[in-house]
């Protein structure tokens, strides 16, 4: 079985900063692809940050140069840090992983979401 397990989420004031950890865990033979979206009361799930399978990263507009995605591939994990925020930033962030199960290249693709991490701005 494969799980993304996220932590880092919590209550914090605007200007301030979060830094959000998202382990991919169980067998994994490579990860294509990995990151985060966040969904907002009332709103579409929407990406916010994510490794490419190429290897290049993607940001949404409203979180350039702001928030910063980065990866260590020898823990199957990434990190969200999270800086400046801003009360619109409030949301459930979810970790997002494209990957191939097992020990080689016949395991099996899926895409896999984590449960979720509430991340709250207060004004």
């Known amino acids: 079985q494969v799980q993304l397990v996220e932590s880092g989420g919590g209550l914090v004031q605007a200007g301030g900063s979060l830094r959000l950890t998202c382990a991919a865990e169980?067998?994994?033979?490579?990860?294509?692809?990995m990151g985060w979206y966040r969904q907002a009361p009332g709103k579409q799930r929407e990406l916010v940050a994510a490794?490419?399978?190429?290897?290049?990263?993607n940001y949404a507009d409203s979180v350039k140069g702001r928030f910063t995605i980065s990866r260590d591939n020898h823990k199957n994990t990434v990190y969200l840090q999270m800086n400046s925020l801003k009360p619109e930033d409030t949301a459930v962030y979810y970790c997002?992983?494209?990957?191939?199960?097992?020990?080689?290249?016949?395991?099996?693709?899926?895409?896999?979401w984590g449960q979720g991490t509430q991340v709250t701005v207060s004004s």
């Open positions: 997002n992983a494209d990957l191939r199960r097992g020990s080689s290249w016949y395991g099996i693709t899926g895409d896999y």
């Open positions: 169980g067998s994994i033979f490579r990860i294509n692809a």
């Open positions: 490794f490419s399978s190429d290897g290049s990263t």
